[in-house]
Structure formats: C-alpha cells, structure tokens
C-alpha cells in the first residue's frame, strides 16, 4: 500500500486566524526560495519618554552567507542611530559574523551613547526645581573572535573598551 502523503497540520498561527477572519482559504504552502545575495532592512525609529523626550532615529539591520549556505552560519550586521530633544544621542553597531564553513565567529557590540538626566538630592525636602541634569557619556567597543576546533565547539578571546565621562549641566 502507497503512503498516504503529508498528514496536514493541526497547528494555528497568526495568519491562520487572519484568515479565519476573512473567510480565506489557506494558499498551498510554496518551497522557499533560496537566498544568496544579501539582505537587507531600513525602518525608522520613535519613541518618547519622561527621560528622553521623543526620539527619532534609523535601524539598518542586515544578514549575508560568507561561505556555501549549506555549510556556513548565517552572518548579521544591525547599525542604529538616534537623537532626542533631550540633546541625546546613540549609535550603536552589533554584528555576528561567521566566516566560510565557520570557522571563525566574529560577534562585536559597539556602543556610543551621550545621555543625560535629572538627578536630585536626598531626603523628603527635595523640589523639584533642585534638580541637576547630569550629563552621562558611554563608549563601548568589544569585539570577540572565536575559532572553531570543530563543529559547534569554538574557543576565543575578544578586547572590550569601556569609556565613561560624567558632567553636571
């Protein structure tokens, strides 16, 4: 006797019960398509809160094959920036690299923050036009490369920068 085929799935997603909603048929799942080339994602960024004021920026996110997709990880690059009418300011950069076959792993994460923020003296007389803006400045750079011994089993060292400044306004 022949197999009878695929049995169909019983799970539901987020799309299912989209198209539940709709009163849609479920279109016949096609085989994906394989990348080879990079790719690549800009979005704008919002946001606001009590500390920062709104902030507006940009996320550029993308993921590449260094090496035969069959044999080699996938490899990511995100680079953000931001600014605030608070007069702050963030760029920041993580990647995770993996050369061909993987045999290396390169991860960095990468911080440049110019921040500030009220701060107020102690005990329960405190107004709140005493406050002071502390001006708080971050940079980190830390970049790790790992080398693999064999698959899935890596060893490395990396160099971690970390420089801070702090100022009254």
Avoid at 61 to 76: E, K, V
């Amino acid at each position: 006797q022949a197999p009878a085929g695929p049995v169909p799935s019983t799970d539901i997603d987020r799309l299912d019960v989209i198209r539940m909603l709709r009163r849609k048929e479920a279109g016949t799942p096609s085989e994906p398509v394989p990348k080879t080339g990079p790719m690549l994602a800009l979005v704008p960024t919002i946001s606001s809160k009590p500390s920062t004021g709104l902030s507006l920026g940009v996320l550029a996110h993308g993921a590449f094959f260094l090496g035969d997709q069959a044999a080699t990880g996938i490899s990511s690059a995100a680079v953000g920036l931001s600014s605030t009418t608070r007069k702050q300011a963030s760029l920041t950069a993580r990647v995770n690299t993996f050369t061909r076959d993987n045999g290396f792993n390169i991860q960095g994460d990468n911080r440049f923050l110019w921040t500030s923020q009220d701060t107020f003296g102690l005990g329960m007389q405190t107004e709140a036009s005493d406050a002071i803006n502390a001006r708080f400045d971050h940079f980190r750079v830390s970049e790790i490369l790992y080398v693999a011994f064999r698959p899935g089993l890596y060893a490395g060292a990396g160099l971690v920068v970390l420089l801070g400044t702090i100022g009254m306004l």
